[in-house]
Structure formats: structure tokens, C-alpha cells
């Protein structure tokens, strides 16, 4: 199922502790599904690591929802909280 709404773009956040192959684990989910990574940005604090991709989601063959699922069930593998949501969702929850 393509998506086709205009603005189809998604945050994801994962955190956990650092491991080998987070960041593999994650984007190989999202190239499974036609996700086109926009920006990522990731950090290490100490033994904490957290990653922040904003994705385009506009040719994704699933829908939103089973996209979520997969990539927290990639997250649950490793041991990592991953939380993916729509752009907008995102930057209202997170405005000052």
C-alpha cells in the first residue's frame, strides 16, 4: 500500500544501550520498505546511545502503523525503546 498524503514525513528516536549494528538493524528496516532517510543524527553519552532520523515515508509499500511495528520489533531485538511518529505529532509534542 503506497502512502500518498503530502506531508509523509517521520521522526523516529531509539535509545538504549550502545551496542554493534544498532544503526544497521534500524536502517535496514527502513530500506526493506522504500523509507528514504532524510537526516539522522545520532549520539553517545556514556553507554546510553540515542539516534533521531527524520524519514521520508512517501513510497512506503506498508502502512505507517506496520512500519512502526516492525521497527519496534527491531528495537525489542536489541534491547532498544524505538519510537516512530508522524512529523507534525513530533514537533507539537516537543514545541517551547
Not at 538493524?25 to 532517510?37: F, G, P, Q, S
Not at 512502526?68 to 508522524?86: I, P, R
Amino acid at each position: 500500500m503506497k502512502q500518498k498524503e503530502e506531508n509523509n514525513r517521520i521522526v523516529i528516536t531509539v535509545l538504549g544501550e550502545d551496542k554493534v549494528g544498532i544503526v544497521a538493524k534500524m536502517t535496514t528496516v527502513l530500506a526493506d520498505y522504500e523509507a528514504n532517510i532524510i537526516d539522522i543524527s545520532q549520539t553517545l553519552l556514556q553507554d546510553l546511545f540515542s539516534m533521531i532520523m527524520l524519514v521520508d515515508i512517501s513510497d512506503i509499500d506498508i502502512s505507517l502503523e506496520e512500519l512502526q511495528a516492525k521497527l519496534e520489533a527491531a528495537g525489542k531485538e536489541l534491547e532498544l525503546e524505538v519510537m516512530a511518529q508522524h512529523e507534525d505529532i513530533f514537533r507539537y509534542m516537543h514545541r517551547v
